[in-house]
């Protein structure tokens, strides 16, 4: 059964999802599900300890297990060069350890069987002999005199990676030496990790006989993976197909190369046959990239009148004993100097320094655009103290110092430009929708009742869609992204994109903005993904950039194909090109309506009866290179209860007020946001990664490691305003992460707003109920 | 071990390794791959399929347990071509991004509409709490199950219907 979906004219509509019929009947092909004939399966046996010298390996007795085909230690990949690989960062990181290792879980030795549970069993045989060495857990204790190398390897004889910073030092200290008044505050964005409900794997099929490496692997960037495993393997690249399968969410985890790749390649090599690795709930969350972890401290100076005028940030970000941080090359902490977020300052600057600490690597721009989530949430969170600390209203010192909409393009002190925008309109919308001014008089009432009740507002902005390519590329390779069209002669289309979506409906999204330009039904398009010998070469699906890069290849695209058709369309009509007009269903001939054709009539024309001079058939291949970002925003707020007996937050209402320009599936946009609130919430609420002082990882699963189930989440409101982009040539932002970066403050907020009548002006996350509990008590307050 | 189990109305015997569990046996052995696995804890429910009638967790279940009884999974849903109304519900109601979650969702959502035809959002919530869903934020997959629920009580009603008319007509 197939919903009829003839829909012309799809853009704009809620077309429901072409990816949907194989999904609900559970056909969808994940990685896992690669079932190949004389597939062997490898497991990996992790370090015990965060930091330690590795003395001996002793691997015969798994060498003799049943069902043991091959036995990999870092000794074995080092002859081979391949012991280390580069990160994405630019850094090195072990595939398996040689001499010692840096982080609890770290791959040791792998064993490759003719079963997973015979792999498991012969693991358990590897006998190795460590020597614990002191561990550094604290990223300020790393900076230490006395605090311990971790890197051997590097040059550089400190834990200290890189200092990095953007803005005006000077401009901005001048102005903090005259401000009438500073607001100081440190905020801690914890270690999470984006954990998607198919963890990472991949299954490595070497063909000795056409010697062609197939390489599946659920994977965000295939074609950045092909040109990783060809740069560290050395295999020709022409000669590596990799495909990523349908892809059970991303959310940045499947960004990066694993260990766990290189080694099931390696193995597939020497053995010439497939091999699968895929890994447990417990490998993903302990060792696959985390992200965020930084320690943030932002100082705001203001007028009494509340103008804000100038921002200071200096930040410490762990990344763990490799950086493997999943950035742009010239931005080692992303485009966290957004952080002026959606606030005119005069003078703006930002610090950071990256640490190296006995924890595993990272950190992946978890559905978020290279670290503007840890922007976003500190602007907004100290934006509210300053609002205290003046006793201005959080909204009033926000309409205060919007940047406005007549400003646009707009400047920002960090050197970014702002596409478009109406923060103030968005704003209303949201405090009109929720009811604002009731709930500040509700609120009155329950405080005078001693009642703790919240609201938080988070006003935020986003920067999404690298390139542009002069300043972005990973490891050089610039960040465009592509579309490939092919108009068949029935006039069915097939269009392949260099992005590789991970749920985000892309085979419908891209099919209506396809379809639409071409004046076709819906039903006429498919859209194809994943699969590097098909598909244009292209960066992928993170960082919300599909929309913003891909979404326009494929307009533009489209657009190349019309301009084709039009002088085939020209010939049917026997008139001159010029005379050709479209209209956006067909092209019929300037003046005279009664004639026209079809883009079906000319995509047969194009195989069968060309024009004179014309080349035949009917596609176009399009690679786009943004000329700017977009800058999606939205305005947020959150109304929070609190149970003065047990501490635990009640999320009353959510609503959420997006902007993503114009939009071309409602229903795709409204169920994005969901998600994204649902982990923000689960940021805010409930997950943290944290580790003791020996490197022990305390939350390495899903029962230490909470992700809200539908029980915890709350009820999400939403509603839009279109501010479209004035460069995209559909005038759409990404939004995939907008709800995931902008909702942690409005929480959090709502949260310090209840607990306003105490004084408590900062709880860093997760709020867990035994926090605000704890403040209660210390207040006096019991029940 | 020698087992037999009826998997979505077919008859399979297989020998598997004690340890062997449902899930890897559905999965591998009888290359039904629409159960999925998320976890190591039990979770996450991606797992999900029912056992004599009653939603389990694959993965923590044996498949030398489930000798002489009778498993449905997600490919058993579908009769005749036609969806199960809850498939076409999550359909209509963008009730899946990835996917991954869809099969066990689906498979605790029958078996909460089987006890319960007409639960309220809060029983929804409840009845499916014992499955993760990473992408969706949930909303609508409960209204999935809703309208799946409306269109399960007509359609039963009107079988009822007809074996009265049918009735009416043989007397
Ligand atoms: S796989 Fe997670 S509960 Fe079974
Ligand atoms: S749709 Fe991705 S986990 Fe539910």
New binding site residues.
């Given amino acids: 059964m197939a919903l009829p979906q003839t829909e012309m004219r799809p853009m704009g509509k809620p077309i429901l999802r072409k990816e949907d019929p194989r999904l609900i009947r559970g056909k969808g092909r994940y990685v896992d599900d690669i079932l190949l004939p004389n597939m062997l399966h490898l497991c990996i046996l992790r370090s015990p300890y965060a930091h330690a010298r590795i003395r001996r390996i002793d691997t015969s007795k798994a060498e003799a297990a049943p069902g043991v085909k091959l036995v990999l230690t870092g000794e074995d990949l080092a002859k081979m060069n391949l012991a280390w690989m580069p990160t994405l960062a630019g850094d090195v990181q072990m595939v398996l350890a040689t001499d010692k290792v840096l982080f609890q879980y770290q791959e040791v030795a792998a064993v490759v069987a003719e079963t997973r549970a015979q792999a498991e069993d012969a693991i358990q045989l590897i006998e190795v002999d460590y020597e614990p060495l002191p561990v550094v857990v604290d990223p300020f204790k790393a900076l230490e005199p006395e605090a311990p190398i971790l890197r051997e390897d590097k040059e550089k004889k400190s834990n200290h990676i890189w200092h990095w910073e953007a803005g005006d030092r000077e401009e901005t200290e001048a102005i903090f030496r005259e401000a009438p008044i500073v607001v100081k505050q440190d905020v801690r964005f914890q270690r999470v990790h984006p954990s998607p409900l198919e963890p990472c794997g991949c299954v490595a099929d070497y063909n000795t006989a056409t010697g062609k490496l197939v390489f599946y692997v659920t994977s965000q960037a295939p074609h950045v993976h092909r040109t990783a495993i060809a740069l560290t393997t050395g295999f020709p690249e022409h000669m590596i197909q990799v495909i990523s399968p349908d892809v059970g969410g991303g959310f940045g985890n499947k960004v990066p190369v694993y260990p766990g790749y290189v080694v099931a390649i390696v193995a597939s090599l020497k053995l010439g046959v497939p091999v699968k690795w895929i890994e447990t ?1 417990t490998e993903n969350i302990a060792s696959t990239h985390f992200a965020r972890d930084y320690y943030m401290t932002a100082e705001i100076a203001a007028t009494e009148d509340g103008k804000m005028l100038a921002l200071r940030v200096k930040t410490i970000a762990d990344h763990g004993a490799f950086d493997a941080t999943a950035n742009p090359t010239k931005y080692p902490a992303g485009l966290y100097s957004i952080v002026t977020g959606s606030y005119d300052f005069k003078a703006a600057f930002v610090e950071v320094d990256g640490i190296h600490t006995n924890k595993p690597p990272g950190g992946v721009a978890y559905r978020c655009s290279f670290r503007v989530t840890e922007a976003s949430y500190l602007i907004e969170r100290v934006v509210d103290i300053v609002a205290r600390r003046l006793n201005m209203d959080p909204v009033e010192l926000r309409l205060r110092n919007f940047i406005r909409k007549e400003q646009f393009p707009y400047r920002s002190p960090t050197g970014w430009v702002y596409d478009s925008g109406d923060y103030e309109k968005t704003l209303k919308l949201a405090l009109e929708r929720i009811g604002y001014e009731e709930l500040r008089k509700e609120q009155a009432e329950k405080r005078a009742r001693g009642e703790l009740m919240g609201i938080g507002i988070s006003t935020f902005t986003e920067i999404v869609g690298a390139g542009p390519s002069h300043s972005f590329d990973i490891l050089g390779i610039k960040m465009f992204d592509s579309a490939e069209i092919r108009v068949h002669p029935m006039g069915k289309v097939i269009a392949r994109l260099g992005v590789r979506h991970q749920g985000q409906g892309h085979e419908t999204t891209f099919a209506q903005i396809i379809a639409e330009e071409l004046g076709l039904s819906i039903d006429d398009v498919v859209v194809e993904e994943g699969d590097t010998d098909t598909a244009p070469y292209g960066l992928g699906t993170y960082a919300s950039r599909s929309t913003p890069t891909a979404g326009a290849a494929a307009a533009l695209c489209a657009r190349r194909i019309r301009d084709k058709a039009r002088k085939i369309a020209a010939h049917l009509l026997e008139v001159n090109e010029d005379d050709v007009v479209w209209d956006g269903a067909a092209f019929s001939v300037k003046g005279l309506p009664g004639r026209s054709v079809t883009m079906k009539d000319v995509a047969f024309a194009a195989y069968t009866n060309v024009p004179d001079g014309i080349e035949p058939g009917l596609e176009a291949t399009y690679y786009y290179n943004p000329p700017n970002l977009t800058f999606p925003y939205g305005a947020y707020i959150a109304v929070v209860d609190i149970d003065k007996g047990t501490g635990a937050v009640k999320v009353r209402r959510f609503l959420a007020v997006d902007d993503c320009g114009n939009v071309i599936n409602p229903m795709i946009v409204e169920g994005q946001v969901h998600g994204g609130l649902t982990e923000g919430f689960a940021i805010a609420f409930m997950q943290d990664i944290p580790y003791d002082a020996d490197g022990n990882c305390l939350a390495p699963n899903w029962m230490d490691y909470l992700v809200p189930t539908s029980l915890d989440t709350p009820r999400w409101e939403t509603d839009r305003t279109v501010t479209p982009s004035p460069h995209h040539p559909i005038g759409a932002k990404g939004v995939g992460e907008s709800p995931n970066v902008g909702s942690p403050a409005a929480f959090v907020n709502a949260v310090l707003d209840a607990l306003a009548p105490f004084g408590v002006e900062h709880i860093d996350m997760p709020i867990y109920p035994w926090k605000v509990w704890k403040i209660l008590r210390e207040h006096g307050i019991t029940e | 071990m020698k087992i037999r189990v009826k998997v979505n109305g077919k008859p399979y015997e297989a020998d598997v390794e004690p340890r062997t569990l449902l ?1 890897y046996f559905l999965r591998e052995t009888l290359k039904l791959t629409g159960t ?13 399929v029912l056992l004599d009638g009653k939603a389990v ?4 279940i044996l498949a030398v347990q489930a000798d002489g009884r009778e498993v449905m999974t997600v490919e058993g849903l579908e009769k005749d071509g036609q969806l199960h109304p809850l498939q076409a519900a999550f359909w209509e109601e963008h009730a899946l991004h990835c996917g991954y979650c869809t099969p066990g969702m689906l498979m605790a959502s029958y078996a909460l509409l089987q006890e319960n035809p007409m639960p309220t959002e809060e029983e929804i919530r409840f009845g499916l709490s014992g499955n993760v869903c990473r992408c969706t934020g949930y909303m609508n997959i409960v209204k999935a199950v809703q309208s799946a629920a409306r269109k399960l009580s007509v359609e039963s009603r009107e079988a009822v219907g007809e074996v009265a008319t049918s009735g009416t007509a043989a007397d």
């Fill in positions: 709930r | 899930a999925h696995i998320g976890c190591d804890t039990t979770t996450c429910g991606a797992c999900t967790k694959s993965c923590t």
